[in-house]
């Protein structure tokens, strides 16, 4: 799929998509866009059947969440198992991917392809600590637990000779080691120290020496006889993280198996919690070329900023039963946001989503592309126009090996109005020749000649005598009131048949939004004039 030109918006909704564990954060990153409809309706089967799961039991549910956010990534590579920071992310997805197989009831985990087989190797593992810890236990060597109980001795051998050495210091010379290797001393009080064999004096400044003590013979051969045996520790740990790993890497094919069947309950439960929360109904899918049918379908991102600002938002309701179809409307009148809306399902709907609405029926693409809006920017030194008619002649490429839904918004309105109506006609008649493509065009030009296989539709449009009655006699107002205006009595309804009437509410929401009152009657006296 083509990433959809001035299509910012399905970016933001799948910002609300987050995956908990990185495996599913691999999943988001691909934007993966499903053509074929088995695929689609094994991803479909996995959404349902985690949300039975999620809406059967509040606890099981909060667990299950808790468990993949605290899921890591893991490698299994020799350099990623080659130290106990590595070991521990091991044990650390092991414990929860167990924890999350034995949530899921046996047929759920079957149909996830969690199938656990790694009890020994977690308990192994398991044995160098639980929770946020994890160290070479004494448990994994005998002789390593040998080695560190001779250390723990050879540490109480040396503290019972220093606290004996610095005890007979304090006593004799006053002078108090405890927790310091050296003492600074005024060279004159020092002098009473020379030739004194248990302690050893050297200059520190002009005035000032450093008094160390002599710990002895003993001290030093038990100080001696401890680095040897750490020595034998290192190596010993060494060792026993390497059987460590060698465990886990022999299970590396069961391991990659949990992460993947990890990735697909988590990706499932994300998207069964979206559909929950956000009201989305499992599509119903037909063969290529089937109608497509929308009920009640809502552009999500609109949605929500039309709440935030209290204003009314008006699902869509449509059936589209041409491959070609023509969206005749008024600026604001909501074209675009009827072409987003399609585009949004559609979009979701090949990425394994659920659909916003209460009810969209349609067939796979195998490729798809967005053309124009506003949003639309210029590249590589292209015009606007000249980037649509760039992006179009690429789309128009790929209907020779593949079907292709084309969405085009306001297309070629940046150049004369008689060459672009001349120009639009001619592509509309094309496409409704070519039977790879389904094709939705937005527009505000009127009289286009689109075939006779093409479908005609037209936004309702504005409101004049509901307006009219509502505004008699208003004060002004501010622009947040204006758009609330032109929100409350723009009638957002798609009506099929159009037949290419010309819309008529731009005069009138020119003059909402504050346009001269002169100039507004003018330009209605050019018009009547032209009428």
Not at 167 to 175: D, P, S, T
Request: glycine content about 10%; some cysteine.
């Amino acid at each position: 799929m083509e990433k959809f030109r001035a299509f910012a918006e399905f970016e933001t909704f799948y910002g609300g998509f987050r995956p908990l564990t990185p495996y599913g954060r691999v999943y988001r990153e691909t934007r993966r866009f499903f053509t074929g409809a088995a695929e689609l309706k094994a991803e479909y089967d996995l959404t349902a059947a985690m949300s039975a799961f999620l809406a059967a039991g509040r606890l099981k549910a909060d667990k299950l969440r808790f468990h993949l956010r605290n899921i890591p990534a893991v490698g299994l590579t020799p350099e990623a198992l080659g130290g106990t920071p590595g070991l521990f992310l091991a044990r650390k997805f092991l414990f929860n991917a167990s924890e999350i197989f034995k949530l899921l009831p046996s047929p759920l985990r079957a149909r996830f392809g969690a199938r656990w087989e790694s009890a020994d190797l977690l308990a192994l593992l398991n044995k160098g600590g639980s929770g946020e810890a994890f160290h070479i236990a004494d448990a994994y060597d005998p002789e390593l637990a040998a080695e560190r109980a001779a250390i723990t001795a050879c540490d109480k051998t040396l503290k019972g000779l220093r606290e004996r050495k610095f005890k007979a210091l304090r006593e004799r010379w006053g002078l108090d080691f405890s927790d310091r290797d050296f003492l600074v001393v005024e060279e004159k009080a020092a002098a009473r120290f020379n030739g004194a064999p248990e302690l050893f004096v050297e200059p520190f400044d002009g005035g000032h020496v450093t008094v160390k003590p002599v710990l002895g013979q003993d001290y030093m051969e038990a100080a001696a006889e401890r680095d040897r045996r750490r020595g034998r520790e290192q190596e010993l740990e060494a060792a026993a993280v390497k059987r460590l790993a060698a465990a886990v890497h022999a299970q590396r094919k069961a391991i990659e198996g949990y992460m993947a069947a990890v990735e697909r309950i988590d990706v499932a439960a994300e998207r069964a919690r979206l559909a929950a929360e956000l009201g989305l109904s499992r599509p119903v899918l037909k063969k290529f070329h089937a109608p497509i049918r929308l009920t009640k379908a809502r552009f999500l991102p609109l949605e929500r900023r039309l709440a935030e600002g209290g204003l009314k938002y008006t699902p869509l309701t449509a059936v589209f039963t041409r491959r070609v179809n023509v969206i005749y409307g008024s600026n604001m009148g909501g074209k675009t946001v009827a072409l987003k809306t399609l585009a949004f399902c559609q979009l979701l709907v090949q990425s394994g989503f659920f659909a916003p609405a209460a009810a969209f029926e349609t067939c796979l693409f195998d490729a798809a592309a967005f053309i124009g809006g506003a949003e639309m920017e210029t590249a590589g030194g292209l015009s606007s126009f000249g980037l649509e008619m760039n992006d179009f002649a690429a789309a128009h490429e790929r209907l020779k090996s593949s079907n292709t839904l084309l969405l085009m918004d306001e297309f070629a309105r940046t150049t004369n109005s008689e060459e672009a109506a001349a120009l639009l006609s001619a592509i509309l008649s094309d496409l409704g020749e070519k039977g790879s493509a389904v094709a939705f065009l937005a527009t505000h030009f009127s009289g286009l000649e689109a075939g006779k296989g093409a479908a005609s539709f037209k936004m309702r449009g504005f409101d004049t005598a509901a307006f009219n009655e509502y505004f008699s006699g208003k004060p002004a107002c501010g622009l947040d009131e204006k758009l609330r205006m032109i929100n409350r009595f723009m009638r957002y309804e798609l009506l099929d048949g159009a037949g290419g009437a010309e819309a008529r509410d731009a005069i009138k929401i020119a003059g909402i939004l504050g346009v001269a009152k002169g100039i507004i009657r003018k330009a209605q006296e050019f018009m009547e004039g032209k009428e």
